[in-house]
């Protein structure tokens, strides 16, 4: 197993940072790195926003769910889908672009290609010894966080990822059977296997939770999955997005 590999497979989000920036270099490392990424037909249809004010770090912090480790942190990055700069190649071009730029199809451009380049900004950042946490609380307000941020048209937000110097580690969180996950030459419709690998799964969860709090907690994943998808959260999304002159087609 190489170093990569090894890498990869150690990730666990951490959500306590020492009180430490990160270096001007490790940043822009970070951010060559996150452009190194794939990128549908050369779109690069991603922004990636720094944040350093505390007050804006503070206020996303808020808007995140209170969450500390979002204001303390080496850096705060805001990975945007971004259809924006595409809007100003209309212009450039004499060309009428607002169709394709409303279009399902190019919304979910922006979407990987932010996702694909946060991914390796998260590699990237690890493989320095820093740890990093994604933020998808921002989306609980993004029209407070497109105020705080400045943000034109045609560009969402997406999700936060908080880097650092890690000042508690976690136990590394049990993933699905990887059976569950992947499928050979087709989806594999079997129900009842699906079932009864969920409820493997489920004990090795409630033993993570068991063993992390002492006793506290016993979630099953199951559980948690229901519990979180029976609450209705973020519903203004589909206005929010249109409003923004994406996703309209």
Known sequence: M???IERILNHRSIRSFED???T???ILT???????????SFMQAYTIIGVTEPKKKAALAQIAGSQE???KNGHLLVFCADLHRHDVISDMENKDLSEPLESTEKFMVACIDAALAAQNAAL????????IC???GIRNNLPAVADILNIPSRVIPLFGLTVGYPSNITDKKPRLPLSNVYHLNGYQQKTDVFSDELKEYNDSISRYYLERTDGTRSDTWTGQ???????????YMKGFVEQQGLNKR
């Open 20 to 22: 430490k920036p990160l």
């Open 24 to 26: 001007e270099e490790q």
């Open 2 to 4: 190489n170093e990569v």
């Open 69 to 71: 480790y979002v204001e």
């Open 225 to 235: 999955m229901a519990g979180m998808l029976e609450k209705k959260s973020r519903m």
């Open 124 to 131: 990237a950042a690890e493989s320095m010894g820093l740890g």
């Open 30 to 40: 970070i951010i060559e790195c996150a452009q190194a990424a794939s990128t549908s």
């Open 134 to 136: 994604y933020i998808g």
